[in-house]
């Protein structure tokens, strides 16, 4: 398929996005990167008006519902800031090995650039309906379970399965619905 498979059309829909971590090295599973990309979400609510509805953080990948206005370039833009952040801990923590595989998995049209972080794309699938909507925050939340890591959604630290029980998370979110 091509780079333009999936695309943000309508603001006042919700999207599910996934951003995968290059070679789906396992980075996202390092509490200081984690944060990174906790942090970005929490800008990108504040300061980029972003709803979070739901989200995961897995070891090499993340999802989550997002809306607003402008979501491509927003994101974009946030996958490019936390890429700079992610090297920058791996670098100081002497993670050379994964350095080396970002450097050598590159892309080889991502010039001007030594490492590559994510996949590209968010792979952004529109939210039509509220079953919909309920059935992707469903699979954002099982996700750890499934990969037999929790035995509960809401025992994942790095997720908002909480919120959705009615206790608060590591960060923000908008229950959907609530």
Not at 8 to 13: L, P
Not at 93 to 120: A, C, D, M, P
């Amino acid at each position: 398929m091509g780079r333009t498979r999936y695309k943000f059309y309508e603001k006042h829909y919700p999207y599910f996005i996934t951003s995968t971590i290059l070679e789906e090295l396992p980075i996202l599973s390092k509490p200081q990167i984690a944060q990174i990309v906790l942090d970005q979400l929490v800008y990108l609510q504040q300061r980029r008006e972003v709803t979070l509805y739901a989200y995961i953080l897995m070891g090499n990948h993340f999802h989550a519902i997002v809306q607003g206005e402008e979501l491509a370039k927003k994101l974009r833009l946030g996958k490019s800031y936390t890429a700079r952040q992610i090297l920058d801990v791996l670098k100081q923590n002497g993670h050379t090995h994964w350095l080396e595989k970002l450097k050598w998995n590159k892309r080889s049209h991502k010039i001007g650039r030594t490492f590559q972080v994510w996949q590209e794309g968010l792979h952004p699938k529109q939210l039509t309906n509220m079953k919909m909507v309920n059935q992707k925050i469903e699979y954002i939340h099982v996700n750890p379970v499934r990969a037999g890591f929790v035995k509960e959604p809401a025992h994942w630290r790095y997720s908002s399965a909480c919120d959705y029980l009615g206790v608060q998370g590591l960060i923000p979110v908008t229950v959907f619905g609530g």
